[in-house]
């Protein structure tokens, strides 16, 4: 009895198997896409390197890094997310779950192939084209169906869980089946073109509507991750009642070609900021492993910035200034590099449980990162507003440039070199498992 209570504690003090491979994945493509990121600011800084790469030059560099980004290290922690959400990493369907993730990877290298050899849909993260563009949504299937199958099998008996979680779970699994769909038919030149003419570009309800989409992610991510601990159930129920009601809005706003300079645009993103407050309130309601305090801490001071930053630069008169320029450039790296890197690695440390925490808990690489994308926000924030004056300025080189640009060269090798470290520490996760699964079933035959 003791043996057992003892293996079952140790249980919880590691990740599973099938996590740890998709964030060891996960780390190998953030430290690639970073090592991307490094050239592609070398070559802005030294624009002449260009010649050097033949037909691989900055602007197929520039599709591979953004679409690594967000479907490599961004997407993997979720996939280990979802497996332990619906039970992949559990029983018969966990030796599954590491083909399912060697795929998905697969087809990253396979887009990647495609977009250096100069093939793209020319549409924003939808530029799989060819086989990729097959190859990648098949990949995605094959998760879901991993995720559909383990979760019909493992409640297969009446009343396996409560009936508000299996909603969840149901409905969770249904939006999930159209993403591979939608991926498809999105990336085709058919469906509607690459730039297109009856929009003057981002308004304040696509704007509302996005940051409600992320909002939404993060009201969700912790049931399936922690315990929650609050008996007053009134700040969930605001929260989730705060998320209604702007939802609400977003739907009584304008979505066509309408300026940023009408009220009711700016005003409603605008509704945004009452999330400032109320997303650490809601994180208090659950409990967290004490190791994720480093990354929580961080997420929601990215979470702030952004989100605060995202209404600011939205205003009438700032937008007009900033509007294609590197401090658009800078605003995008707070939200993937800062917040979204930050929620993440607090994501993954949860999963990993404490013995494998201080993979991301070493100080000098969560400082290396984190300050390195807080300086280059400021750089580029720095170059965009002198580009808005001097629209020359990013094409020509000059000392001022040239020195922002070797800055932002610089906090690009911190977070390199911190994703590195990362990934170096992180390799012994998947071995770490397989010991403890084999010490486990010795403990258990003793």
């Not at 600011?41 to 900055?58: C, K, R, S, V």
């Not at 900021?273 to 997420?299: D, E, G, Q, S």
């Amino acid at each position: 009895m003791g043996k057992h209570v003892k293996t079952a504690e140790a249980a919880s003090r590691h990740t599973s198997r099938a996590a740890a491979v998709a964030i060891s994945h996960a780390l190998f493509w953030l430290v690639v896409m970073n090592a991307i990121g490094v050239l592609i600011a070398l070559l802005l800084l030294l624009p002449g390197l260009n010649a050097w790469l033949g037909e691989w030059t900055y602007g197929r560099w520039m599709i591979v890094h953004m679409n690594l980004a967000l479907y490599g290290w961004c997407s993997l922690p979720m996939v280990g997310f979802l497996f332990q959400t619906y039970g992949a990493d559990r029983g018969r369907f966990a030796a599954w779950c590491r083909p399912v993730v060697w795929l998905w990877s697969a087809a990253l290298v396979v887009g990647s192939a495609s977009w250096l050899a100069g093939h793209s849909s020319g549409k924003l993260f939808l530029d799989w084209t060819g086989f990729a563009r097959v190859f990648f949504p098949l990949a995605m299937f094959a998760l879901w169906l991993l995720l559909a199958t383990a979760y019909v099998y493992q409640n297969r008996k009446k009343n396996a869980e409560r009936l508000i979680a299996r909603i969840a779970k149901i409905t969770g699994l249904a939006v999930l089946l159209t993403v591979p769909f939608t991926i498809y038919f999105a990336a085709s030149p058919g469906i509607y073109p690459a730039v297109n003419p009856d929009t003057g570009g981002p308004t304040g309800a696509s704007q509302l509507e996005s940051s409600l989409g992320i909002i939404l992610i993060l009201l969700i991510v912790p049931f399936g991750i922690a315990q929650r601990i609050a008996s007053d159930t009134r700040m969930l129920a605001a929260a989730w009642g705060v998320l209604i009601a702007e939802a609400l809005l977003c739907g009584l706003l304008d979505h066509q070609d309408v300026s940023h300079h009408r009220p009711p645009q700016f005003l409603s993103l605008g509704s945004i900021l009452i999330w400032l407050p109320l997303v650490p309130a809601y994180y208090r309601c659950f409990a967290w492993n004490p190791a994720t305090k480093l990354w929580r801490k961080a997420f929601l001071w990215w979470w702030g910035g952004l989100a605060l930053s995202g209404w600011i630069f939205f205003l009438p008169g700032v937008l007009d200034r900033f509007k294609f320029t590197d401090g658009l450039v800078g605003h995008s790296l707070t939200a993937v590099a800062g917040f979204l890197t930050a929620y993440l690695i607090f994501v993954m440390v949860q999963l990993l449980g404490e013995n494998d925490a201080w993979i991301f808990n070493r100080r000098w690489s969560f400082y290396a990162w984190n300050w390195g994308v807080l300086a280059y926000v400021l750089v580029m924030t720095i170059a965009g507003w002198l580009e808005s004056d001097d629209p020359a300025f990013t094409i020509v080189p000059g000392a001022v440039r040239n020195v922002l640009y070797a800055i932002r060269l610089v906090t690009g090798l911190a977070m390199l070199v911190s994703s590195i470290e990362w990934l170096v520490s992180g390799t012994s996760l998947t071995s770490l498992r397989t010991k403890y699964i084999e010490e486990a079933k010795g403990a258990e035959a003793a």
